[in-house]
């Protein structure tokens, strides 16, 4: 331990507070012996710092503060060396805040594009999302600030995030899930860690000993704090014996008392107590050599934020060269975003913005000729006839028609997934009613996550805007008036429908569990491998100019699996304009007795050429570039033959191709063979797994089948789970009234609110709630619910009031 001399002068009790926050965005001091107070943000894209003058009970208010794109738009620039600088930035910003731990990245895989937060996260690929976490955590950290990596792991939907058990089989975990944090843990050294809600593989990331202890630590060499997500805790004992460290947010004690009980009653060995408090020491005197007083400047920071955002959205279509728009050009600029942009995802990542740009405002200012219609009304769905008329109208008459539609909170938040791949009904007529009009129409599209794009045949141009932080509007003009060149290309496959993605059959799960049938053919691993169309593939983006690929050269013909492979090649702008193109490297295995997908992403490299320049790319591939993860051996290990290195614009547009021979040098591994037991995953589809199948892959029954639920409420229990009971409804239908009345008419923000405390376990009712709600008041609530007596079960809320009263100060004034 580093610190074992402080250690031995913290009292049991002092060791046990150090393991429990504060409150909810502060760790707890040990100021005798020199150890202060830190503050930890939300924030993966820019700082949610709370406001100390909000008003009581705010969730969202917080200090003004520069909001990124999301990383759902930075991952589409491809740009390790952008990440790195944007997280030198937002480390500059939490000095002179004084937040010493940035709550991000976002790193968990695109598993199925209805997920409500995937706009918070990278990519579908890990390879991809690993390298530019790890770029970003570098920025970050080289500014003296932590960050935390999460949600760690398998936590790929927010229906029931609380509660849900992902049941996946090891090697889709290994080579999916976990390769993405496994890089950023190796390369970048996060100082945090934090772990997911759900259960995996039957046991709660906060306490799965083989999750935390066994891979993170022992395996990955994590030496760091695991902090849960806010309300992750289950049992503090349990989690601080598997490698977990601290609780967030504070239990007003109760998690404190507790581990105090668990060691005194040997329950928990004080020795692993001890380890856990010596990273939390690391944590706080590597965060206190950073506190002072700093500033920024904002403008500096909006400036750079429109830089990352010109390099990351990714342009789709271009028919006829409409776009860049030509000077003199009257513009229709429609839609209602155009002037109230969509830049930012909805939950606990919500920035208040130190400015923000509006489109409307960029093309006057870039003296473009323009009229404007506002096309729809924002808070609505349904299409308003008159809006429609006029937009038609305003269309008509100009020479390009600029339409700003796309997703809106009310359809893609965090705390509930979306239930399709559509756009507001709104946003279609208006496309449609426009492209009738004026047959240079083009679509900024807007939002996190993957649409379907039934109107995509009509129009000339779509340019895809994600959400572009605070100077969204301001970027999107300068690409389409080409003062800036489109680079960026998809990080996520879009699919023709919801129906062809891998996860369909399975998404969300049922009311216990979610199954990952598909195991490792997840985006662009299944609809290159298994043949199926899509809308546009995986690193499809267009630019204003056109690349040409040349000369690949392997370093090597015959490698061992322990050598470093050198792949090279030109690429040529060929085009009259300035501009940078992402070249891909896919690996594939000729033939494999493991299953595999068809091509994986292995290297990636920008390059940025002006007219007629032509560059010497190099990309090196190691060991990893060409295994697989084999459960028997526990380790990754290569079987020898012939392995195809694939150059490409995208994974459907491959450029140059060589073969290259390896040979392992693990002799005693053997691949494990499925072409019997589960012949789905090698010539079926493995979006339609057959159970016996899956419980071959898993080795053991699959859980929960044939096993009835239980209809006893406790305190794992979430109230959504007790709607079947006559108390469970009332409580259920009274809270969707209440959350309606607070919503203020936002359907985002009540759907968001009835989600979050529906699905909630109620033992989180006790750990957020700062004292307030008492465990014997969550003994009188299951009592209720479980129809034991609700003069029972409100005695026993009753007698919790007392002390309860005590703690309201405190929970009001920490959230």
């Avoid at 031995?8 to 012996?33: M, P, Q, Y």
């Avoid at 923000?356 to 299409?383: H, M, N, P, R």
């Avoid at 639920?709 to 709607?723: F, G, K, R």
Wanted: hydrophobic fraction near 40%.
């Amino acid at each position: 331990m580093k610190h074992s001399e402080l250690i031995e002068k913290l009292t049991l009790e002092e060791k046990a507070a150090l393991c429990s926050g504060k409150d909810f965005w502060h760790l707890n001091s040990v100021e005798r012996l020199g150890l202060t107070e830190i503050m930890v943000s939300d924030g993966p894209h820019g700082l949610r710092k709370q406001n100390k003058d909000k008003k009581a009970g705010d969730l969202l208010g917080s200090v003004p503060a520069v909001c990124f794109p999301t990383a759902s738009c930075t991952a589409c620039s491809w740009d390790e060396e952008l990440l790195t600088k944007m997280g030198e930035y937002l480390g500059d910003e939490c000095k002179a805040e004084k937040i010493s731990v940035l709550l991000g990245p976002g790193m968990n895989i695109k598993r199925s594009p209805l997920c409500g937060r995937n706009f918070e996260y990278f990519s579908e690929d890990p390879f991809l999302a690993g390298s530019l976490a790890s770029a970003f955590i570098k920025g970050v950290q080289s500014k003296g600030i932590g960050v935390s990596i999460k949600h760690f792991a398998a936590n790929n939907q927010e229906t029931r995030r609380m509660t849900i058990d992902t049941v996946a089989d090891e090697r889709t975990l290994r080579e999916i899930y976990l390769a993405g944090f496994e890089k950023a843990v190796k390369e970048s050294k996060p100082w945090t860690v934090m772990n997911a809600y759900n259960k995996l593989n039957g046991t709660y990331c906060a306490e799965n000993e083989w999750l935390l202890n066994h891979v993170l630590r022992k395996q990955w060499g994590f030496d760091g704090v695991v902090v849960t997500d806010w309300g992750a805790e289950n049992e503090i004992a349990k989690g601080i014996a598997a490698g977990q460290n601290l609780e967030m947010p504070g239990s007003a004690g109760l998690g404190a008392q507790k581990l105090v009980t668990a060691v005194r009653c040997g329950e928990l060995d004080e020795k692993a107590l001890d380890e856990r408090v010596d990273e939390i020491i690391e944590l706080i005197m590597k965060s206190q050599e950073t506190l002072g007083e700093y500033e920024y400047s904002k403008e500096e920071h909006h400036e750079f934020a429109r830089t990352v955002a010109e390099n990351s959205m990714v342009l789709l279509k271009n028919e006829d060269g409409v776009l860049p728009l030509k000077k003199g050009q009257t513009v229709a600029v429609i839609g209602e975003m155009a002037k109230k942009p969509r830049y930012q995802g909805a939950g606990s990542s919500q920035i208040v913005p130190t400015a923000l740009d509006c489109a409307f405002d960029a093309f006057l200012k870039e003296g473009v000729g323009i009229v404007y219609s506002q096309g729809y009304d924002s808070s609505k769905s349904v299409t308003d006839v008159k809006l429609l008329a006029d937009a038609s109208e305003c269309a008509k008459n100009a020479d390009v028609a600029v339409v700003f539609i796309g997703l809106t909170d009310e359809f893609e938040s965090e705390g509930f997934d979306r239930d399709s791949l559509e756009i507001p009904e709104n946003h279609v007529d208006l496309v449609n009613a426009v492209a009738n009009a004026n047959p240079n129409t083009v679509v900024v599209l807007s939002g996190g996550a993957p649409v379907v794009m039934p109107w995509l045949g009509k129009v000339k141009a779509v340019l895809n805007a994600y959400l572009g932080g605070q100077a969204s509007g301001s970027a999107v003009v300068n690409l389409l008036t080409g003062k800036a060149n489109p680079s960026g290309k998809l990080a996520e496959t879009y699919p023709l429908s919801l129906a062809d993605t891998p996860a369909y059959r399975r998404f969300p799960g049922s009311m216990r569990s979610v199954e990952y049938r598909e195991s490792v053919y997840v985006g662009y691993r299944y609809y290159d491998s298994f043949g199926k169309d899509v809308l546009f593939p995986f690193g499809f983006g267009l630019s204003y100019t056109n690349f040409e690929y040349s000369a690949m050269r392997l370093s090597r013909r015959n490698i061992k699996d322990t050598d470093t492979l050198k792949v090279s090649f030109k690429i040529k702008n060929t085009g009259s304009v300035a501009g940078a193109e992402i070249a891909e490297v896919y690996v594939s295995d000729s033939e494999s007795t493991v299953f595999r997908p068809e091509k994986e992403l292995k290297g990636f490299k920008k390059v940025f050429l002006e007219p007629g320049e032509e560059k010497t790319v190099t990309v090196e591939l190691d060991k990893r570039a060409f295994a697989y993860f084999n459960t028997e051996a526990e380790r990754w290990a290569v079987e020898s033959g012939e392995f195809t290195v694939n150059v490409g614009a995208s994974s459907r547009d491959i450029r140059l191709s060589s073969t290259v021979k390896v040979t392992s040098t693990d002799e005693g591994t053997t691949a494990p063979d499925y072409r019997k037991s589960a012949p789905t995953y090698y010539t079926g589809d493995p979006a339609n797994v057959p159970d016996e199948e899956f419980a071959a892959l898993l080795g053991k029954p699959i859980p929960y089948v044939n096993e009835p639920a239980s209809t006893e409420i406790t305190i794992n229990s979430a109230l959504e789970d007790a709607a079947g009971t006559p108390a469970g409804r009332v409580v259920n239908d009274l809270l969707k009234n209440v959350f309606k009345a607070m919503s203020g008419g936002n359907p985002a923000q009540e759907r968001m609110m009835a989600s979050m405390a529906l699905q909630i376990p109620i033992r989180c009712f006790i750990s957020m709630s700062m004292g307030v709600f008492t465990p014997e008041m969550a003994d009188g609530l299951c009592t209720i619910l479980n129809g034991k007596g609700t003069m029972k079960g409100l005695a026993k809320i009753v007698g919790g009031l007392g002390e309860a009263v005590k703690h309201i100060g405190a929970l009001m004034s920490s959230i």
